[in-house]
């Protein structure tokens, strides 16, 4: 009797203990279910550690479902319209290359008539400065303190941007889009590219500003043709970078300043190249800098 007294006294106080443990548990449960969550979902949940990266791979996962799709599907097309499609395509494949190159092969023909009408320009207003051999240069040589003297020589050097970016860049130095339309005579100009967007047309043989264009295509030239569009203008040949003549004559100061400063002297006609960059900081949010200057 009096070992059965014992027992029944022993279960009732493991179930006592048992209750309070139960009753203080939901005060530390939180902190412990949250950390045991992130180890979990880290160690044993593949599918949350997936779409905590999905930001990072979404349209990876995204082509890799439609794939999967795809595959199941083909198999239900009729076999009929799949013996036809291979020659289809082929044929559709030719066309479209050939329109490619046929529109490629206009835009470069476009481009060298825009450069040569430019070039033209400036040699024109080089040559109403005095004769060609007032300075001490023979025929043919260029004024190294003309546009195009300073075009020779000068290589500027763009960061890679985003597009909103890359505009509000261009706009700090009123750096304007233009391009020839397709009646070769005409130059189509974007102006404001962050902004509103300014569109306007002029004569090309008017136009004296000094021009650039991309020495290969790269992410840049391709936000060119990005911008013009988002503007409703369609690029009918390469796209050049106008600058305004005042941003010309701060480069040229620039150009002059470090001459003296690293070389102590003067004469800009010793010079074979003037390396310029874009950096971020100063009025607008972006500056040029004079990084390297080569001499004859």
Same mark, same amino acid.
């Given at each position: 009797?009096?070992f ?15 209750l ?10 939180? $902190?412990?279910?949250v950390? $045991? ?23 990876? &996962?995204?082509?890799?479902a ?8 083909l ?11 291979? #020659? ?14 046929e529109?490629d092969?206009a ?10 009408? $430019? ?66 005579? #005409? ?8 902004g ?5 047309s002029?004569?090309? &043989?008017?136009?004296?500003? /000094?021009?650039?264009?991309?020495m ?37 100061? /620039? ?40 001499l004859?």
């Amino acid at each position: 009797m009096a070992f059965t007294t014992s027992v029944a006294m022993g279960l009732i106080l493991i179930g006592f203990v048992f209750l309070m443990t139960v009753k203080a548990a939901p005060r530390s449960l939180p $902190l412990v279910s949250v950390a $045991l969550q992130a180890v979990q979902a880290d160690s044993t949940a593949p599918q949350a550690d997936q779409a905590a990266q999905a930001p990072e791979f979404q349209q990876l &996962s995204a082509a890799a479902a439609d794939a999967k799709e795809e595959k199941v599907e083909l198999p239900e097309l009729p076999r009929a319209e799949t013996t036809l499609k291979p #020659t289809e395509l082929v044929g559709n494949q030719a066309d479209s290359e050939k329109q490619l190159q046929e529109t490629d092969a206009a835009l470069r023909e476009a481009g060298d008539m825009l450069r040569r009408i $430019l070039e033209a320009n400036q040699n024109r207003q080089d040559d109403s400065a005095g004769p060609s051999g007032a300075s001490g240069r023979g025929i043919g040589q260029l004024d190294p303190n003309s546009t195009p003297g300073r075009q020779a020589r000068w290589v500027i050097t763009y960061p890679t941007l985003p597009q909103n970016d890359y505009e509000r860049m261009l706009d700090s130095f009123r750096i304007e889009l233009a391009f020839l339309k397709v009646d070769r005579k #005409t130059m189509q100009y974007l102006a404001h590219l962050s902004g509103a967007g300014k569109i306007y047309s002029g004569n090309a &043989s008017n136009e004296d500003r /000094m021009f650039w264009y991309w020495m290969s295509n790269n992410r840049l030239s391709e936000l060119d043709d990005a911008i013009l569009r988002r503007y409703g203008l369609d690029p009918t040949s390469d796209v050049v970078h106008l600058y305004p003549k005042d941003l010309e004559k701060r480069l040229a100061e /620039m150009e002059r300043d470090y001459l003296r400063r690293q070389f102590k002297q003067s004469d800009v006609e010793k010079i074979a190249q003037t390396n310029f960059k874009i950096f971020p900081g100063g009025t607008g949010g972006w500056h040029l800098e004079v990084t390297s200057l080569v001499l004859r």
